[in-house]
């Protein structure tokens, strides 16, 4: 078992910034990769951006420049720093987690409303 505890989302007019947080805890053997992943309404689940435990992070295009990842391997949290949002981004992000066995885990989500 896996828990998770995503906090941040909300609601955000567009250019304005907001900071996802996630604590993974339970059942981990050494994260090995931490992320996020969105879905917005009748679309499909995308890869936001992914943070190695050694940091090198990677990001979707369409967040490259606007979005930080980090993590504080000590506490298994990872976060989400997103500028400059925009209606586009709106969606439920959930957190994801890989461990050193392979095993991948996805949290409930957070929603994310940018809107005037």
């Known amino acids: 078992q896996v828990q998770f505890v995503e906090s941040g989302g909300g609601l955000v007019q567009p250019g304005g910034s907001l900071r996802l947080s996630c604590v993974a805890s339970?059942?981990?053997?050494?994260?090995?990769?931490m992320g996020w992943y969105r879905q917005a309404p009748r679309n499909q689940r995308e890869l936001v951006a992914t943070?190695?435990?050694?940091?090198?992070?990677n990001y979707t295009d369409s967040v490259k420049g606007r979005f930080t990842i980090s993590r504080d391997n000590a506490k298994n949290t990872v976060y989400l720093q997103m500028n400059n949002l925009a209606p586009q981004d709106t969606a439920v992000y959930c957190c994801?987690?890989?461990?050193?066995?392979?095993?991948?885990?996805w949290g409930q989500g957070t929603q994310v409303t940018v809107s005037s």
């Open positions: 943070i190695t435990r050694a940091g090198d992070a």
């Open positions: 339970g059942n981990i053997f050494s994260l090995r990769v």
């Open positions: 994801y987690v890989s461990d050193s066995l392979a095993r991948q885990y």
